[in-house]
């Protein structure tokens, strides 16, 4: 009775997990007296919908390479969280100025430096290039900023399972969109970057390095040391 009689501006909003039963009679009943509207949280792969909307809020556009690292960074993140985002891009727009329409990765990575994510991204970008030194400093940056162990651990695994995919994929003959389907990654820059690197290890290597991250999962969680191989 109350949803009944509210007034024609009102806006109500239910946040729960999963998507709603549809079949139940709660959910039928608003719908006699509403208009229900569904909304996905924001995730890695629908995050560049809300980034394009920004990007010209701004006036500012983004190089591919400053995208395909935004659309990385922001893909190891478990929760994405919009607010905090959207204040690091209005600061971004402070940093550059009027002037500066093109936001480089440069840029990118000396206004995003602060966020946890982005060290463990940029340690797994050094892994990529083969960079050990750069890699084994980010990893220890994340330790000294008092990062969870077991986090770094799952950034760690989160990239090195692409990578065996994207190598798995490119064996049974998947390039380009189709490619990126089926490694769940949207944005062409991204692909390819993947693609790239996956090349520089063999597959027994990805598959050692992926069972040695879970044994360190397992140890750090259950309060053992973490094996050497970190």
């Not at 009679?25 to 006699?32: A, E, I, V």
């Not at 690292?69 to 940093?95: C, H, R, S, T, W």
Request: aromatic share 10%; net charge positive.
């Amino acid at each position: 009775s109350l949803f009944a009689n509210m007034p024609e501006f009102s806006i109500v909003i239910f946040e729960l997990r999963g998507k709603p039963d549809k079949r139940r009679k709660l959910f039928k009943d608003f719908s006699q007296y509403a208009q229900v509207m569904e909304t996905e949280p924001i995730k890695a792969y629908n995050v560049d919908d809300w980034l394009q909307g920004k990007l010209q809020e701004i006036h500012k556009h983004m190089s591919a390479e400053a995208r395909g690292y935004f659309l990385q960074a922001v893909g190891m993140m478990e929760k994405i969280p919009l607010g905090f985002l959207n204040q690091e891009m209005d600061k971004l727009a402070l940093f550059m100025g009027n002037e500066q329409r093109e936001i480089t990765k440069d840029i990118l990575v000396q206004v995003l430096a602060d966020i946890p994510e982005i060290d463990g991204f940029a340690m797994n970008d050094a892994i990529g290039q083969h960079d050990v030194k750069k890699a084994l400093f980010l990893f220890k940056k994340q330790q000294d900023k008092g990062v969870y162990i077991v986090v770094i651990i799952g950034q760690l695994a989160f990239y090195v399972r692409k990578l065996w995919q994207t190598k798995t994929m490119i064996k049974k003959g998947l390039r380009g969109n189709q490619l990126g389907q089926a490694i769940e990654i949207k944005h062409p820059f991204v692909i390819k970057k993947y693609e790239r690197e996956s090349q520089g290890f063999a597959e027994a290597t990805l598959k050692t390095a992926l069972l040695a991250l879970s044994e360190a999962d397992l140890a750090a969680k259950t309060g053992q040391c973490y094996p050497a191989q970190i």
